[in-house]
């Protein structure tokens, strides 16, 4: 999911404040979440 839509959804008004948040995310988390993740090409 790209980060500004993210951003968009929490209601952040900075990527900083985002970022934050998504950095507490276990990285095993991030990586499973992204290989479930269906790609448009």
Excluded: C
């Amino acid at each position: 999911m790209p980060v500004n839509v993210v951003q968009q959804q929490l209601g952040h008004g900075s990527l900083a404040t985002t970022d934050r948040y998504l950095r507490h995310i276990a990285p095993a988390e991030r990586v499973a979440a992204m290989r479930a993740r269906e790609w448009e090409l």
